[in-house]
């Protein structure tokens, strides 16, 4: 299922690295040697990675160095991006305006397979919203879950969503599935990037307007991919040190030859779209509405 494959670069020596997990399925990650990380193995993830390092988008995402196995589970290897960090604050925002594939819309209407969790999870945040059918099996489909969940937040609203994040003193939050309106971003925002704003801030979104131009002019990948479930990790830390990446490439897909998204264009069943650069405007412009007037 994997094929092993040598470091894609030579590694040097780094420090000891904790990995700080803020949100996610628990065990996914190890901390590697010099200064990398693993993942658990996902192999369309291995190839979105193996065509990344190929890909004008490289700055932006983790060096990749292949599979290894850990126990006897595979591990996709990359560097661990908070190891020339001190002491970091991190964020994960989910990114696109849909986090599930269309696919898994057909699977869910040709196979549907009810969810008691599922329904137990949006019991907990909104008694109200099962219907009576649902009610009655006390379980509900994973799409008509992930759907409802995406209106709840500011995916729908917003093409992104902050997923959670971990401050320097370790407080952690990750309670924002009902963070859905613009003022809400703002004051999470706000919270994250705390006395460093300008900083930060000026720094992200300097970075995520090249992004943008990379993601539409030079990348000889997305385009071609749509990229549903990635998201950014934001770091920054009390020297004023800041970093933007793109992960999670575990739902990234190639499109059909001749296919090719804008990733702006509302999703509508079919179409593919994802509102990945929807969202990224929308970082952008909450972002700068942040910073302090100088």
Known sequence: KSCRTSPLLPMTPKKPQQWLQVVGHAGSFHVGDYGTLLKRFCEGEQQCYLRLMEDTLRPFVPLY???VQHGEQDYNMMDNLLTHFNTPAIMDCKMGSRTYLEEELVTARERPQPRND????????????????ERAQQAVLKTRYMQWRETL??????????????KANGECQTNFKRTKSREQVVEALDNFV?????????????????????????????????VVGSSLLFVHDWTGKTGVWMIDFGKTVSLPTHHTLDHRTPWAEGNREDGYLWGLDNLIDVLTDILPVT
């Open 118 to 133: 599922m329904y137990e999870k949006m019991v907990a945040v909104d008694p109200e919203a099962p219907t009576v059918q």
């Open 153 to 166: 937040s500011s995916t729908a609203s917003l093409g992104f969503r902050i997923e959670g994040f971990r």
């Open 65 to 67: 160095h292949g599979v």
């Open 194 to 226: 705390e006395s460093n704003t300008h900083i930060v801030v000026s720094v992200t979104v300097t970075v995520l307007h090249s992004l943008v131009d990379l993601f539409i002019s030079k990348s000889g990948i997305f385009p071609f991919s749509g």
